[in-house]
């Protein structure tokens, strides 16, 4: 088995890549990257960044894997820096006959990322109507659907709301993460097709880069192995957390990421 991960690659600080990779290779899924920027660090909590966009590589790269002959189990995509990018990948996906999770990275916290525009939205949810499982936050989920819930405490009627838009676009699966629910705590709220579950969590108080790519992947790869689309969202949610949780309680300074190692103690004492 053989997986494609589409995201960023920060040098220092743990978040895109430096996540995607070594989570998906504990799950012993073999995974090729397709780095569609190159920084210094991630950009939150960092000044003075440099930033490459990749888009001349991407192509290359696709094009030397197709004189390959290589090709993929899966397919997943995270942050995608610029209209164009998402244009080539959507381009490469639609020719590939393999499960699609698309991460539309673009915002948190009630607001798009800075390097977020009005174009590179609307050609996300363009790859987003390609996905066959979506991971969006809150945050994306309403900026997707547009329904202007905003940034305050959810209800399970708005959940099923955002959940039924997202659905209308194609996806028969997904998880909205992040939300932060009207009976207190947050929460992961998944569907496969008409079910929907809320896996509910205790609210740490801090967020840490990575943390959703790491959702993301510990799901993706979890799916890759077979498992059902509900118990691999609960496994995820479980770890998650829980690296949330360690990473906390050991100090670690915000901006250098989610720490890996309690990942990978909890990957081979529940999955492997």
Known sequence: MAVLAVHDLSCYSKSSLTVVLPVLEALSVETAVLPTAL???????????????????????????????????GIYTGYIGSADEIELVRSFVKDVDAPLLVDPVMGDGGELYQTVGKDVVASMIKLVRKGDIITPNWTEAEIITELGYGKGKVSQRMILDEIKVLRSLGPAKGVITGIPLEAGGLGNAAWDDDEVRLFQYEDEGVSYPGSGDLFASLLFGLVMKGDSFFSAALNATNTATYAVHMTKKNGRERRLGIMLKPVMDEIRRRML
Do not use: H, P, W
């Open 39 to 73: 920084l210094s660090t991630q950009t939150d909590g960092f000044d003075d960044i440099y930033v490459k966009d990749n888009l001349e590589s991407m192509k290359a790269i696709l094009c030397r894997f197709e004189k390959l002959g290589i090709s993929f189990d």
